[in-house]
């Protein structure tokens, strides 16, 4: 990740932005498979961190999250943006199915 790119990106509220982690393996039993094949990353790092959600009584409730983390989502969450050359999907908090550790 570039310096510039988490500046340009503040998420708001409970999302959080994730750099999705591109699949390394490209050969599968001797097989190649194409780009458009391949299954959408369901892993990625948390480069960006909204402030939290705000309650019913308007506290805010911080994230569980932190930048750096690396998480697992699920296959169809969030949205994909693109920031110069580099692809983030902002998501939820919610949609975060796990930390990996």
């Known amino acids: ?6 500046d340009k ?11 999705p982690l591109e699949e390394t393996e490209t050969m599968r039993g001797g097989l190649y498979i194409p780009d458009t094949a391949k299954e959408k990353p369901q892993q990625g790092e948390i480069i960006a961190v909204g402030p939290g959600k705000l309650s019913d009584d308007g506290k805010r409730i911080p994230p569980d999250v932190k930048v750096g983390q690396r998480v ?3 296959k169809y969450s969030g949205t994909e943006v693109r920031v110069g050359d580099e692809e983030y999907l902002i998501l939820r908090e919610s ?6 550790e």
């Open 1 to 6: 990740m570039t310096k510039g790119a988490k």
């Open 9 to 19: 990106i503040q998420p708001l509220a409970d999302r959080v932005v994730v750099k």
């Open 72 to 74: 697992l989502y699920g």
């Open 95 to 100: 949609d975060i199915l796990a930390v990996i």
